[in-house]
């Protein structure tokens, strides 16, 4: 059985939603737990099935977890080093970080290959050199990374991309590593700046985090605490995006508006009217004529790439050609075909895509590719004419914290469906 939701399009969206902890965040933070010797509690945390599937991981190993409402608990006291090779590692990317964490703690690591959306190759080559430079060995045995280390010692380790999983990892790595590490080139995202608040508060020495160079003292002991887990601003800046396309007036809750600047101008360019108040922004939806605007994705500041996919949902309605470049992932487009079978008039060259609006959207059979295009198709689904069924839903719920009952609150019809594969 899988899922699929169905969307009536054409309900206005009106009301407040409360954003969720972010995922990038979280799914960093709970692998760094295991790095303490005594339970850490956290707060925040969403309900996506990225959670379900590390929290099945870090029972594997023999931690103990608690989750009860939005918190988790995690006692690392009688953790077991086993080899990681059972389904839950495929289910998301950041299955990874235990690479780093379970290396930073124990010296070694057998974990197979994680998974994640599709978005073009993903390699992990700079995790992989952070590691070695570490002192770490790496082989693949038998389809699994086996990652073995005497001594780990800290280096000064230049990322040749300022990449968010390599940048976690190798800090993940290289908090108790004997002396000191320099990552330079480090990726300056929110959610780094986060995990380095959960492993500071651990007991960690590290400076720079949200700069490009990150320096980490390495420590013998790490402890439990507590931690509260920032919002997430892609969730925040896929409901500005549908309160655009589809709202009257909503007030989108728990934003911190300085994570979401690039998005916010570039609504403002293509006409939408927001107001920022405190920790809400409020959505006005009477200008329905958008201008079309050209988007370059980019690392943090820069436009998000996970967004990207979102905002080409919202360009199809803006009057005239907008170009997107994807740089962070040349071939994230896959939403575009999916786009076009519901009437939106996308052309792709390479890493670009060229958005000829406004056409009017009508409702169709489509498949959420990946997490993003996912959410693409719920914007376009919310203003087509007639009913958009979305198949592969897995995908949204690995990063969307009850994202039917937050829109059908605000407004929208919308089912989810059980159907025989
Ligand atoms: C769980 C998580 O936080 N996922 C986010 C993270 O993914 P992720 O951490 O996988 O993204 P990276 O920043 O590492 O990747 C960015 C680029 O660097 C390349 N690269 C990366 C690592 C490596 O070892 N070698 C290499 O070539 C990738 O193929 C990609 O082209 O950041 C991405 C970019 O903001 C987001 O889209 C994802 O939502
Ligand atoms: C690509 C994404 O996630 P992941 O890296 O977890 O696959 C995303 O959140 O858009």
């Known amino acids: 059985m899988s899922e699929i939701i169905a969307i009536e399009g054409g309900h206005k969206l009106n009301g407040t939603v409360e954003i969720s902890g972010a995922k990038n965040a979280t799914v960093a933070l709970i692998p760094a737990i295991i790095l303490a010797d005594s339970p850490v509690t956290i707060y925040g945390v969403p309900e996506?099935?990225?959670?379900?599937?590390?929290?099945?991981?870090?029972?594997?190993?023999?931690?103990?977890?608690?989750?009860?409402?939005?918190?988790?608990?995690?006692?690392?006291?009688?953790?077991?080093?086993?080899?990681?090779?059972?389904?839950?590692?495929?289910?998301?990317?950041?299955?990874y970080y235990l690479m780093g964490a379970l290396l930073g703690k124990c010296k070694k690591v057998v974990m197979k290959a994680p998974g994640g959306c599709f978005l073009g190759?993903?390699?992990i080559d700079l995790h992989i050199k952070g590691f070695e430079a570490l002192g770490a060995k790496v082989e693949f045995?038998?389809?699994?990374?086996?990652?073995?280390?005497?001594?780990?010692?800290?280096?000064?380790?230049y990322l040749d991309f300022a990449s968010v999983g390599a940048t976690i990892n190798?800090?993940?790595?290289?908090?108790?590593a004997e002396g000191k590490t320099v990552i330079e080139n480090a990726a300056k995202e929110p959610e780094i700046i986060d995990v380095v608040n959960l492993l500071t508060k651990m007991g960690a020495k590290i400076r720079g985090a949200g700069t490009d160079t990150i320096t980490i003292e390495g420590v013998e002991h790490l402890k439990g605490c507590t931690h509260e887990i920032i919002p997430d601003r892609i969730e925040a800046g896929t409901f500005l995006i549908m309160a655009a396309a589809a709202g009257e007036r909503v007030i989108i809750q728990n934003i911190i508006p300085q994570h979401l600047e690039s998005l916010i101008s570039k609504?403002?360019?293509?006409?939408v009217k927001m107001e920022n108040v405190g920790?809400?922004?409020?959505?006005?939806?009477?200008?329905?004529?958008?201008?079309?605007?050209?988007?370059?994705?980019?690392?943090?500041p820069g436009f998000a790439t996970d967004l990207q996919q979102p905002l080409t949902a919202l360009l199809t309605q803006a009057?005239?050609?907008?170009q997107v470049i994807e740089t962070i992932y040349p071939e994230r487009f896959r939403h575009c075909e999916q786009l076009n079978k519901m009437g939106a008039n996308i052309e792709l060259d390479e890493s670009m895509c060229f958005i000829n609006g406004k056409t009017p959207l009508k409702g169709a059979k489509v498949e959420a590719t990946d997490l993003r295009c996912g959410a693409a198709l719920l914007i376009a689904g919310l203003i087509a004419d007639?009913?958009?069924?979305?198949?592969?839903?897995?995908?949204i719920d690995r990063g969307y914290a009850n994202i039917d009952q937050k829109l059908i609150t605000l407004g929208a019809v919308i089912r989810r469906i059980k159907v025989d594969d």
């Open 170 to 176: 190798i800090l993940l790595a290289a908090v108790k």
């Open 386 to 395: 007639g009913i958009t069924e979305i198949s592969n839903v897995y995908h």
């Open 121 to 123: 190759p993903r390699p």
């Open 48 to 95: 996506i099935s990225d959670v379900d599937a590390l929290a099945v991981l870090l029972e594997e190993l023999n931690c103990t977890v608690l989750r009860s409402h939005d918190s988790l608990i995690v006692d690392p006291s009688r953790m077991e080093n086993v080899p990681l090779v059972s389904d839950a590692v495929d289910k998301l990317r950041a299955s």
């Open 141 to 157: 045995v038998d389809g699994a990374h086996v990652i073995t280390a005497d001594r780990l010692v800290g280096a000064k380790i």
């Open 279 to 300: 920790d809400s922004i409020i959505v006005y939806g009477d200008n329905k004529n958008f201008n079309a605007v050209d988007v370059r994705t980019q690392v943090y």
């Open 267 to 271: 609504l403002k360019e293509m006409g």
């Open 319 to 322: 009057n005239g050609q907008s």
